[in-house]
């Protein structure tokens, strides 16, 4: 199901405003790529752009290509609903649809995507889905519950439980768990650590800990100043980019001097 997703030469913008600039990138099937960088510099536009998101703010557009498995992304014939479907989305705040029950915030995006099932396939898919999430066993006697009768923690967990009930093969998280307590922090670490076996994971933090922990590969994006694009500074393995960081500007960043 993972896929390899390839940047490049890629140029962001909000109408005249170049966002993000010039960035190639290499993204590994099976492994989690962890984003960092601060405040403005771009992780959230660009991570928006993989699954053609970033579109559908009026004016916005991309330069250069994103391939996934080597299909162009962007390429003239692929829809952008399809992409949303592969690729799917975890953001900052869990959103999940409050009044409506547990099992239908599961379901939610398959119902989107205009999948037709009987009641025990459903089912099925449910409970396959909140185990893929680490949260079955905490909601599995109130599925019928509204989605806003759990705790933070495990909204995020049933977000999580949507996007992947789609099947996705890439799963992008934009901040996942700046909202949660380091106990529900260190469910979704675990998670994410589960879910690499069967996804590409790209995740945008703040938190230096939380990217030493669960990435393989880390990428730090920067910005000169205000107004001027965000950059790709540098990638390499995460370990690496911690130890021994090639640019003075990555080294300053993690160390906490700066951003
Ligand atoms: N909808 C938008 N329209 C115009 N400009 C935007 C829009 N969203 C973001 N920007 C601008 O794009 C740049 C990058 O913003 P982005 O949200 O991607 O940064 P970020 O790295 O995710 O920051 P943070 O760490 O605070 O979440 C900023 O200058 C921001 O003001
Ligand atoms: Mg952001």
């Known amino acids: 199901m993972s896929k390899r ?3 490049k030469n890629f140029n962001v913008y909000y109408g005249d405003f170049l966002a993000v600039e010039g960035v190639d990138m290499v993204i590994e099937p099976r492994s989690v790529t962890a984003l960092i960088g601060p405040s403005g510099c771009g992780k959230s536009t660009f991570l928006r752009t993989l699954n053609r998101m970033h579109e559908v703010i009026p004016g916005a557009r991309v330069e250069g290509h994103a391939y996934m498995d080597g299909q162009d992304l962007y390429g003239p014939d692929v829809d952008p609903v399809e992409v949303r479907r592969q690729v799917g989305m975890v953001f900052q705040r869990a959103n999940p649809f409050p009044t409506m029950s547990i099992a239908d915030n599961v379901l939610a995006g ?11 396939d459903a089912a099925d898919l449910v409970e396959r889905a909140l185990r893929g999430a680490n949260l079955w066993n905490e909601v599995k006697d109130r599925l019928d519950r509204p989605g806003s009768s759990i705790s933070g923690g495990q909204q995020q967990r049933l977000c999580i439980a949507r996007a992947i009930a789609v099947e996705p093969q890439v799963l992008l998280m ?3 768990c700046s909202a949660l307590d380091p106990i529900s922090t260190l469910a979704i670490e675990d998670l994410i650590t589960e879910l690499k076996q069967d996804y ?11 990217a030493a922990r669960v990435s393989d590969t880390t990428g730090f994006f920067n910005i000169a100043g205000t107004g001027k694009p965000g ?5 390499d393995a995460t370990e690496r980019m911690f130890s ?5 500007a990555t080294e300053d960043y993690i160390s906490g001097r700066f951003g």
Not at 110 to 120: I, P
Not at 244 to 248: A, L
């Open 174 to 176: 934009d901040e996942p």
């Open 244 to 248: 021994m960081p090639k640019e003075k």
């Open 200 to 210: 590409t994971i790209v995740i945008v933090t703040h938190n230096m800990q939380q």
């Open 231 to 235: 950059k790709l500074i540098e990638m």
């Open 110 to 120: 398959v119902k989107l995507n205009n999948r037709r099932m009987s009641k025990g």
């Open 5 to 7: 997703i390839d940047v």
